[in-house]
């Protein structure tokens, strides 16, 4: 199972455990990580899961819900891309690092 690990100030904020359904980011208090920094659009991203039944795993993508300032994973602004593991994705401010294999 993936997980993002939010980071502010090179400290670890929180990890959150990703399931098998659509995780919603934003500023709004309904999203699934809701953050509360300006920069970051009322719905501002969501992490797609791919199971894959065949191959016994699951993949994730990041899409972009047409933000105002963008999702970013590695320094490049991306519309929907498949994370790999330790991606970078700022999101706003804030910093959250995608874990394919985390324990």
């Known amino acids: 199972m993936g997980k993002l690990i939010q980071i502010h100030n090179d400290d670890i ?3 959150i455990n990703l399931a098998d359904h659509v995780f919603t980011i934003g ?5 699934n ?3 509360n920094d300006p920069q970051i659009s009322q719905h501002h991203a969501q992490i797609i899961p791919d199971k894959d039944d065949q191959a016994n795993r699951v993949t ?3 899409k972009d819900l047409y933000s105002t300032n963008g999702t970013y994973v590695n ?3 991306v519309e929907d891309i498949e994370l790999k593991d330790q991606d970078i994705v700022c999101i706003g401010t804030s910093k959250l690092t ?6």
């Not at 500023?27 to 999203?31: G, T, Y």
């Not at 995608?98 to 324990?103: L, Q, R, S, V």
């Open 75 to 77: 320094s490049q602004r």
């Open 60 to 62: 994730y993508r990041i």
């Open 27 to 31: 500023r709004a208090l309904h999203c």
């Open 33 to 35: 990580l809701s953050i």
């Open 98 to 103: 995608f874990c394919e294999n985390c324990a």
């Open 13 to 15: 904020v929180q990890e």
